[in-house]
């Protein structure tokens, strides 16, 4: 089995014009399968040579057998031709291009764009493009990964982001990383001149969503039981009920208070040892749980997660009679929380 390269790996291969002849590019988390077969159709071929030597099919509508006699032939006036299957999931009888796999065309390069799940690792089709190309696999982040790849994504465009900006995006979009870069992209934007860092400002301004009432603010008032900054963050999501969903408010607070369990657990109670714990990234997400530990202890903690559960099931109409609305039922569960 060959050595599982990275995304940023392979992204650096391509870049440099290093090729594999075969790569299986499949997972749940379509933005880096996308990222990556873009960059090879921006990569290996240059314009001149697209016309005769690109070949672009969808698995749907395509068949291996054609795809097989295309991968075979050879490029015309280029060292490459470049043949990407895309959607590779609804091409049927997939398996038998193990016909062109077991001997493929130093001068074809083959992508298979896989989506939504990964190819069965135990067929031979798979064990073979391991061996002899590259096969990668694109796994969902989790959210507590969203800022550093929010961070990273912005570095690689020469602008940096404020660390509240970046709680603010993951607490909104969630690991949503297609829809994450359109909102930076547009940030990127609406940067004033001679400005390279986004700030919570600017997207409040641009994108809607409030600096001071979100769900990284009600997390941090939960944590020092504010009463009085909760309240006013929930009567503000009551109001604008559309932008503020009940169901990300609580899948932000089940984290924070199943995490807070964890620490809970530690020995070592120190901020780097919950950093490294948690895999937070910036102290200041690290904050809010210091100051929760010496509020709400394990006991407590663990009611908090079960009362999170129940309002989540109310919110499906669980449960729920007489009917409570999503707004009261949020005002509830964080009244029961801080009492």
Do not use: W
């Not at 490029?75 to 009888?93: C, D, F, G, N, R």
Request: glycine letters at 4%; proline letters at 3%; hydrophobic letters at 40%.
């Amino acid at each position: 089995m060959a050595k599982k390269l990275t995304f940023e790996e392979i992204k650096g291969s391509i870049i440099n014009k290093k090729f594999s002849s075969v790569y299986l590019l499949q997972g749940e988390e379509s933005y880096f399968i996308d990222q990556l077969t873009d960059l090879l159709l921006e990569n290996v071929l240059e314009d001149s040579e697209r016309d005769f030597n690109q070949t672009m099919v969808y698995g749907v509508d395509a068949n291996v057998a054609n795809i097989i006699n295309v991968a075979k032939r050879y490029p015309m006036m280029s060292k490459y031709q470049l043949v990407v299957v895309k959607e590779a999931q609804a091409l049927k009888q997939i398996d038998e291009l193990i016909h062109y796999v077991n001997n493929p065309l130093k001068s074809t390069i083959l992508v298979l764009n896989y989506k939504n799940g990964k190819m069965d690792g135990r067929k031979k089709l798979s064990s073979t493009i391991d061996k002899v190309g590259i096969l990668f696999e694109a796994k969902r982040i989790y959210e507590n990964k969203i800022p550093a790849f929010i961070s990273s994504y912005l570095q690689d465009k020469q602008v940096t982001i404020e660390p509240k900006a970046a709680q603010m995006m993951t607490d909104f979009l969630g690991n949503k990383l297609s829809q994450i870069c359109n909102e930076l992209d547009k940030l990127i934007i609406y940067l004033p001149e001679n400005q390279k860092r986004i700030t919570p400002e600017l997207i409040e301004q641009n994108i809607g969503i409030s600096k001071d009432f979100n769900n990284f603010e009600l997390q941090s008032a939960l944590a020092s039981r504010d009463i009085v900054k909760a309240n006013r963050i929930i009567n503000y999501f009551d109001k604008n009920a559309k932008n503020n969903p009940l169901l990300m408010s609580l899948s932000v607070l089940y984290n924070f208070f199943s995490n807070l369990m964890i620490c809970h657990f530690q020995a070592n109670k120190s901020e780097s040892q919950l950093m490294n714990v948690l895999g937070l990234r910036f102290d200041f997400q690290v904050t809010d749980y210091i100051h929760a530990l010496k509020i709400y202890s394990p006991t407590k903690t663990m009611q908090i997660v079960e009362l999170i559960r129940l309002s989540d099931a109310k919110s499906k109409g669980v449960g729920n009679a007489p009917a409570t609305d999503n707004g009261q039922l949020l005002r509830e569960l964080t009244y029961k929380i801080m009492h």
